[in-house]
């Protein structure tokens, strides 16, 4: 099961900043937040991760609480091409664990 | 640097029938991860591949097995296809099993 919970849908106003909630009670010192978005028919792409400091690169930024148990994907000027469904993961980096355990993920759509 | 390429990119069978879905790997990787996601959910683990070996396996039957090639290009054979096998099956390459993962467009396969 996944290990993460998030809304099933979201809505922004193109051009505004698109704030992508999730929930991961449960995790672990050594595992990092994990966000991948998915566009319709395609594969799942990497956006960002960060293990317990907010980060910030050309995609998103994401801020995790101090307890770290949630997390904030930030896209700071939504376009209609930022539409997708966006998962949250927790995963141990760099280790021997293989798979990503994906949940249902965020489905975002931004109007015009 | 080439991406990760999967073929073909739609498939129809039957029910009974056998598959075989290609991946290439991304230019330096050595790991191919394996994951099915059906209509309106999140991609499941199916199994991993690592310098040829298998290395870890999702909650799926015998009847879906894979391949790793020295070139580290993997396939995923599905035997005795059911209806339930209708989905976008991805591939995932990484430099190493708990590296990022970065995914290819998928095969859709539909079951009749």
């Known amino acids: 099961d996944a290990k993460t919970t998030q809304p099933t849908s979201m809505d922004c106003a193109e051009g505004r900043a698109a704030n992508l909630p999730c929930n991961h009670s449960?995790?672990?010192?050594?595992?990092?937040v994990y966000w991948y978005r998915q566009i319709h028919s395609q594969g799942p792409q990497y956006i960002i991760h960060?293990?317990?400091n907010n980060e910030t690169n050309e995609m998103a930024s994401l801020i995790i609480t101090e307890d770290r148990k949630s997390s904030t994907l930030i896209l700071p000027h939504a376009t209609l091409r930022d539409t997708a469904v966006y998962y949250c993961?927790?995963?141990?980096?760099?280790?021997?664990?293989?798979?990503?355990?994906f949940g249902s993920g965020t489905r975002l759509s931004i109007r015009p | 640097e080439t991406g990760v390429t999967q073929s073909p990119t739609h498939l129809i069978k039957t029910r009974g029938q056998q598959v075989t879905l290609r991946c290439s790997s991304q230019?330096?990787?050595?790991?191919v991860s394996w994951y099915q996601q059906a209509l309106g959910q999140g991609p499941q683990f199916i199994f991993q591949?690592?310098?040829?070996?298998?290395?870890g396996r999702g909650n799926f039957p015998p009847r879906f097995s894979g391949l790793q090639f020295p070139n580290y290009s993997s396939e995923l054979n599905v035997n005795a296809l059911e209806l339930d096998d209708s989905a976008l099956y991805l591939c995932?390459?990484?430099?190493?099993?708990?590296?990022?993962?970065?995914f290819g467009p998928g095969t859709r396969l539909t079951v009749l």
């Open positions: 449960t995790i672990s010192g050594n595992e990092y």
């Open positions: 591949y690592y310098r040829e070996e298998e290395n």
């Open positions: 960060g293990l317990k």
């Open positions: 993961i927790v995963r141990v980096e760099h280790s021997s664990a293989s798979k990503i355990i």
């Open positions: 230019s330096g990787h050595n790991t």
């Open positions: 995932a390459s990484s430099s190493s099993p708990g590296g990022e993962q970065f």
